[in-house]
Every structure is written in C-alpha cells, then in structure tokens.
C-alpha cells in the first residue's frame, strides 16, 4: 500500500510538471499552445506507469502467454 500512494504522489507531481513544462515550452518556443498536450501528457504518463510496474506487468505478460 505504501508503494501505491508513492507512485500516486509521483504521478500526480509528474502530472503537474509536464503541464507546466508543455506550457513553458509552447509559449516561449512556438509563441502558442501545444495542441496535443494531453496526449502526450497521458502517453508519457502511461510509459512511466508501466515502466514503475515493471515487475508486476512481466509477470502479468509471462502469465498470459504461458496459457
């Protein structure tokens, strides 16, 4: 349980920073909003997901494809 709420917090402190950082960017290097950052938002959120639950989705992938 203590490992979920550290990747919650995680999540949501990376969650926060990459809108802030696509906010940054878009503004001072293209002088506008990013028009995909939600979905690279979720995209990169999504592989750092799988990458802190690595063990567990191997483990979840091994058992699917010895059946």
Known sequence: MKRFFKT?????????????????????????????KGTLIS??????LMYMYRDKLLQFIMRISAK
């Open 43 to 48: 995209y990169i959120s999504t592989l750092w």
């Open 8 to 36: 919650l917090l995680q999540f949501v402190v990376l969650s926060i920073a990459l809108h802030l950082l696509f906010d940054i960017v878009g503004w001072f290097v293209f002088n506008a909003p990013i028009e995909n």
